[in-house]
């Protein structure tokens, strides 16, 4: 969801030509043999050993199904998976 990457988009800095913007990345992503996550109870590097060393490729945490949260998230570690589509600039607007 595009909500919650806006959560990390720090506006670009004074002086830079887009000055005040935000940017996001649109990307393709091939998860290959996810590791479903749908607890709180999370291990990192339990994670990573299971990508790095054993048969997944990457994490997906559903919190949506067990968790009720609003969000699901996938999580990779090899840079190679993920290939940026779109570079968006784009500017926070809220009505009162």
């Given at each position: 969801?595009?909500?919650?990457?806006?959560?990390?988009a720090d506006p670009l800095p004074e002086g830079e030509?887009?000055?005040?913007?935000?940017?996001?990345?649109?990307?393709?992503?091939?998860?290959?043999?996810?590791?479903?996550?749908?607890?709180?109870?999370?291990?990192k590097d339990q994670l990573k050993k299971e990508v790095?060393?054993?048969?997944?490729?990457?994490?997906?945490?559903?919190?949506?199904?067990?968790?009720?949260?609003?969000?699901?998230?996938i999580i990779v570690y090899d840079k190679d998976q993920?290939?940026?589509?779109?570079?968006?600039?784009?500017?926070?607007?809220?009505?009162?």
């Amino acid at each position: 969801m595009v909500t919650k990457s806006d959560e990390y988009a720090d506006p670009l800095p004074e002086g830079e030509e887009e000055e005040g913007l935000h940017a996001m990345l649109v990307v393709r992503c091939v998860g290959g043999r996810a590791n479903v996550i749908e607890t709180n109870e999370i291990d990192k590097d339990q994670l990573k050993k299971e990508v790095f060393d054993g048969p997944y490729h990457s994490v997906f945490g559903d919190r949506v199904k067990t968790l009720g949260k609003p969000y699901r998230e996938i999580i990779v570690y090899d840079k190679d998976q993920i290939y940026p589509e779109y570079l968006v600039l784009y500017e926070r607007l809220f009505k009162k």
